[in-house]
């Protein structure tokens, strides 16, 4: 990009007091949560020198935020500028001046670095801490910005819950600045910054058509992502509904039952271990897609960063209801038949063939309310190898409500992925914005398409047909939960 097209980008210094949190607004509002790009750290005086952060579409810059180190002396370098103005208000100029005086390495060289861009045809974000109480220092600062007659956008980051001194702020910003807004660098979600970067167009009526096409284009990759993770999720569903672990027994040891149930559990053993990992290959990669690189993902070490098979409150917190899966059942049953398991000398311990609507009902009642069961057998049971070795085949669970709780947990996860914000710089593994099951609110017609092609892939045959109505249902659930 030439010089001359890059002057002609709307830019924005982020300025304020020093640990005001403005590296960690830059953070979230361009998803970075890289130290070598963005340091955000509770220890003061990070920022050592403007850093330009552009916003960059196919090799073209549209908007450049520009880090600068915060004030270190407000209230003196207000001061030394009204010196060098004299009587009445400075002005631009004269905080031209201030700066030219400076200096590297003058007496108020931080003052002097953030206000460089400013002079330089650079908007305003003033950030403040609304937790703290106003003092002459901070008013020192907004009188120096207002100086400079820049566009100029206020932005409250309440790093507490604290408001107690939230009025007072609201009441002296609104006479300094052209906007005020809130922004909470550490829990913005998506809608949130991308309100932030419309107000922009409200302080920056000159620049208004790039900054809108630069909107626009955030807009549209932000549904390119919903899609891409709609497509993993699918993905992890239909691997995970047709993953089987197979395992061969000689003569010896398929006539001893302490040894055939043995190798049951070593195979379930197995089985488990796979669908761990199937489920995390899929959740790094929505940590990829969100541009993730801090957070960690342990599918099947608790609850909730895996699906623990073993513990009763993973089947009665997620997943479908007891009702739900009677319903579901009856549909997956009239779609077919329900998963078929076949007996292999007791060790399946009874399970049925459930054939038709009434089939489908009843296995679901009966065994949707029990704990999961690795199923032996699968599709094809016991089966004979070449030389007189047989063949056991595990997975997946028998219990109808497994692949709804496949699914609860990467909605789950994918909530908790999406409305990450990257100024959280925290190293640490996801938790659960909610505890509760999420598909247990979803419409009728959304749990039994779901119901129909999860059944298609149980039995190992994908229903390719359902695939593009299930995929636009899960397009619209994963959307409602970016707006919880």
């Excluded at 395992?247 to 006539?255: I, M, N, Q």
Aim: aromatic share 6%; proline share 4%; with cysteine.
């Amino acid at each position: 990009m030439s010089e001359g097209a890059s002057e002609a980008v709307p830019r924005f210094a982020v300025v304020g007091r020093i640990n005001m949190g403005k590296s960690a607004v830059l953070a979230t509002l361009l998803e970075v949560d890289d130290d070598r790009i963005i340091r955000v750290s509770p220890t003061p005086g990070e920022t050592t020198h403007c850093q330009p952060l552009p916003v960059v579409f196919d090799g073209r810059e549209l908007v450049r935020f520009i880090d600068t180190p915060g004030f270190s002396r407000p209230l003196e370098a207000m001061r030394a500028i009204q010196e060098i103005h004299g009587e009445g208000t400075p002005d631009l100029s004269t905080v031209r001046r201030f700066v030219q005086e400076q200096g590297e390495g003058g007496e108020f060289e931080d003052e002097s670095r953030l206000l460089r861009p400013i002079l330089e045809g650079a908007g305003i974000l003033y950030v403040i801490d609304p937790s703290r109480p106003l003092r002459d220092a901070f008013v020192a600062e907004m009188e120096i910005l207002r100086w400079t007659g820049r566009p100029r956008m206020a932005l409250m980051n309440q790093k507490s819950g604290s408001s107690e001194h939230l009025a007072g702020w609201k009441d002296r910003l609104g006479s300094y600045f052209n906007l005020v807004r809130t922004f909470n660098a550490h829990h913005a979600r998506f809608e949130e910054r991308k309100h932030l970067m419309r107000s922009l167009l409200e302080i920056d009526e000159a620049n208004r058509a790039m900054l809108q096409e630069a909107i626009t284009l955030i807009e549209e990759e932000w549904e390119v992502r919903r899609e891409e993770a709609a497509e993993t999720i699918l993905d992890l569903l239909r691997e995970g509904l047709t993953l089987r672990v197979e395992g061969r027994l000689v003569d010896a040891e398929w006539r001893s039952e302490r040894k055939k149930e043995k190798r049951v559990q070593e195979l379930s053993a197995k089985y488990l271990e796979k669908i761990r990992g199937v489920e995390r290959q899929a959740y790094e990669r929505l940590l990829e897609i969100y541009r993730h690189h801090l957070v960690q993902v342990e599918a099947g070490r608790d609850l909730y960063e895996g699906i623990d098979l073993a513990a009763e409150e993973t089947w009665r917190k997620w997943g479908l209801s007891r009702g739900q899966l009677t319903l579901a059942g009856a549909i997956a049953g009239a779609a077919g038949g329900a998963i078929v398991d076949v007996s292999t000398g007791g060790l399946t311990h009874g399970a049925g063939t459930a054939v038709g609507a009434v089939g489908g009902m009843l296995a679901a009642f009966f065994k949707g309310a029990d704990l999961p069961e690795v199923g032996v057998g699968g599709k094809g049971g016991v089966k004979v190898i070449t030389g007189g070795s047989r063949a056991l085949v595990v997975g997946p669970p028998r219990n109808e409500n497994f692949p709804w709780i496949l699914l609860d947990s990467a909605l789950h996860h994918y909530e908790a992925i999406s409305e990450r914000a990257h100024g959280r710089r925290k190293r640490d593994v996801l938790s659960p914005p909610r505890p509760e099951s999420l598909v247990r609110d979803w419409e009728a017609k959304r749990r039994s398409a779901f119901t129909k092609w999860m059944a298609s892939c149980a039995k190992g045959s994908p229903d390719r047909g359902l695939e593009a109505q299930v995929f636009d249902h899960l397009l619209a659930a994963l959307q409602e939960l970016e707006r919880n």
